[in-house]
């Protein structure tokens, strides 16, 4: 009678747990740097013996595009942008074993120049979102890929190409999809259900190319913006402009996304201009507390563990800095392309990213006290493998510049 209590206790201790265990496994990464746009996955790995149990590869599809536009995934479904012959082309795979769910192909004649996409794209409530570096913006069903309303940014918008065109990726807000449009409009926000203009910002050229950041200061909501002049603070009710902070950079490159920190702080990183951090007051006023001229953050944006910043930097290396003086802790080299290197993921206490160069994978501990290497895996995507990795479910993906690959990591 005791062993049949004992056993019923265990099976409702299960029952209370599974939940928990299948929210965590079932979690999606629906935009850029994933469900917080941070690259935090919001978990743990419990194993690191990647000598005796590596990631297991689960599928790998061939992409055609050579570009930089990273996977996204919802719905038991990864979406990604690929180019073939003169059509840009949204596929829809399915996340378990990679076979096509859908495709829609437009045409979009553009030359080769670091590849065709670079914007990611972004899901929301069954719905898909895809931006074109020429800037046609699309709104899908995402379960049966039908087109639901497009409009191009430039022609529609009076927005106008960055210097490597649309880079910035959008966004999805409450009912508002927030681009950064460039021209007139600067930053745009529309209604994401039929594309209609609620609001444009001023204009403040050239745009740069980052992916707005979603915050909050003094009790207001607002968007982080980088145009190639300024980090801007842009009020997410109506599109004005509430502070400027001056971060000017050659061929507007500010790529690597604003890194939220603490109540007031933000950590801004430029491959002219090193990394900084700055302090947004109660009145808008911004004062910069701290300035790194030797991290110069290119194109991934920087992860944030505790008072620690973990960033690759256009000296093929990757830096730990102590965030509270903004001095430096650790530098290891040879990690990666001078320019076009991704940022990576956290898991807890663990970061896992590649070498963009190589393609290999590397888990290593998130200290500052020294590079700590805890497992590496060769080349599991191919080499140039350049934006972040997602995971989706407990799987891990991964985009070189001819495939996208898929591991179960979890």
Same mark, same amino acid.
Request: net charge neutral.
């Given at each position: 009678?005791?062993?049949r209590?004992?056993?019923?206790?265990t099976?409702?201790?299960?029952?209370?747990?599974?939940?928990?265990l299948?929210?965590?496994?079932a979690?999606?990464w629906?935009?850029?740097?994933?469900?917080?746009?941070?690259? $935090?996955?919001?978990?743990?790995?419990?194993?690191?013996?990647?000598?005796?149990?590596?990631?297991?590869?689960?599928?790998?599809v061939?992409?055609?595009?050579?570009?930089?536009?990273a996977?996204?995934?919802?719905?038991g479904?990864?979406?990604?942008l690929?180019?073939q012959?003169?059509?840009?082309?949204v596929?829809?795979? &399915?996340?378990?074993?990679?076979?096509?769910?859908?495709r829609?192909?437009?045409?979009?004649?553009?030359?080769?120049?670091?590849?065709?996409?670079?914007?990611?794209?972004?899901?929301? &409530?069954?719905?898909?979102?895809t931006?074109?570096?020429?800037?046609?913006?699309h709104?899908?069903?995402?379960?049966?890929?039908?087109?639901?309303?497009?409009? &191009?940014?430039?022609?529609?918008?009076?927005?106008?190409?960055?210097?490597?065109?649309?880079?910035?990726s959008?966004?999805?807000?409450?009912?508002?999809?927030?681009l950064?449009?460039?021209g007139?409009?600067?930053?745009?926000?529309?209604?994401?259900?039929?594309g209609d203009?609620?609001?444009?910002?001023p204009?403040d050229?050239?745009?740069?190319?980052?992916?707005?950041?979603?915050t909050?200061?003094a009790?207001?909501?607002?968007?982080?913006?980088?145009t190639?002049?300024?980090?801007?603070?842009?009020?997410?009710?109506?599109?004005?402009?509430?502070?400027?902070?001056?971060?000017?950079?050659q061929?507007?490159?500010?790529?690597?996304?604003?890194?939220r920190?603490?109540?007031?702080?933000?950590?801004?990183?430029?491959?002219?201009?090193?990394?900084?951090?700055?302090?947004?007051?109660?009145d808008?006023?911004i004062?910069?507390?701290w300035?790194?001229?030797?991290?110069?953050?290119?194109?991934?944006?920087?992860?944030?563990?505790?008072?620690?910043?973990?960033?690759?930097?256009?000296?093929?290396q990757?830096?730990?800095l102590?965030?509270?003086?903004g001095?430096?802790?650790?530098?290891?080299?040879?990690?990666?392309?001078?320019?076009? $290197?991704?940022?990576?993921?956290?898991?807890?206490?663990k970061?896992?990213l590649? &070498?963009?160069?190589?393609? $290999?994978?590397?888990?290593?501990?998130?200290?500052?006290?020294?590079?700590?290497q805890?497992?590496?895996?060769p080349?599991?995507?191919?080499?140039?493998?350049?934006?972040?990795?997602?995971?989706?479910?407990?799987?891990l993906m991964?985009?070189?510049r001819?495939?996208?690959?898929?591991?179960?990591?979890?």
């Open positions: 009678m005791a062993t209590r004992i056993f019923a206790q099976l409702f201790i299960a029952a209370l747990w599974l939940p928990t299948q929210s965590a496994r979690q999606d629906p935009q850029f740097l994933g469900p917080h746009a941070n690259g $935090d996955t919001g978990q743990e790995l419990t194993s690191t013996d990647w000598s005796n149990h590596p990631p297991l590869r689960l599928w790998s061939p992409l055609h595009d050579n570009g930089f536009s996977p996204i995934s919802a719905m479904k990864v979406f990604i690929d180019h012959g003169d059509d840009d082309v596929l829809a795979l &399915n996340l378990h074993d990679g076979k096509e769910a859908w829609f192909a437009y045409p979009s004649k553009i030359r080769n120049w670091f590849g065709h996409a670079l914007a990611t794209p972004a899901y929301d &409530n069954g719905k898909l979102y931006l074109s570096r020429l800037g046609q913006l709104s899908f069903d995402a379960c049966q890929g039908t087109r639901l309303w497009s409009i &191009n940014v430039i022609s529609n918008l009076a927005g106008k190409l960055a210097f490597y065109a649309m880079v910035s959008p966004i999805i807000d409450g009912d508002h999809l927030i950064c449009a460039g007139k409009s600067g930053v745009v926000a529309l209604d994401k259900s039929s203009v609620i609001w444009t910002s204009n050229e050239p745009m740069g190319h980052a992916t707005p950041v979603v909050t200061f009790g207001t909501k607002q968007y982080l913006v980088f190639g002049l300024n980090l801007l603070g842009v009020q997410a009710s109506n599109g004005r402009i509430l502070w400027r902070y001056p971060w000017k950079t061929e507007a490159m500010n790529t690597a996304n604003p890194v920190i603490g109540a007031d702080g933000i950590i801004i990183s430029s491959s002219d201009n090193g990394t900084a951090l700055v302090r947004v007051g109660p808008f006023r004062t910069e507390v300035r790194n001229r030797r991290l110069r953050g290119y194109y991934g944006t920087p992860l944030l563990y505790k008072n620690w910043l973990f960033a690759k930097d256009d000296s093929q990757l830096v730990c102590d965030v509270t003086a001095q430096e802790k650790w530098r290891q080299p040879k990690f990666g392309t001078r320019w076009y $290197d991704s940022g990576g993921l956290l898991f807890g206490d970061i896992l590649t &070498n963009g160069r190589t393609g $290999d994978l590397y888990l290593i501990e998130a200290t500052g006290e020294v590079y700590r805890l497992a590496s895996l080349c599991p995507a191919g080499p140039e493998t350049l934006p972040a990795p997602i995971l989706a479910q407990g799987i991964l985009r070189s001819t495939q996208l690959a898929a591991f179960q990591l979890l």
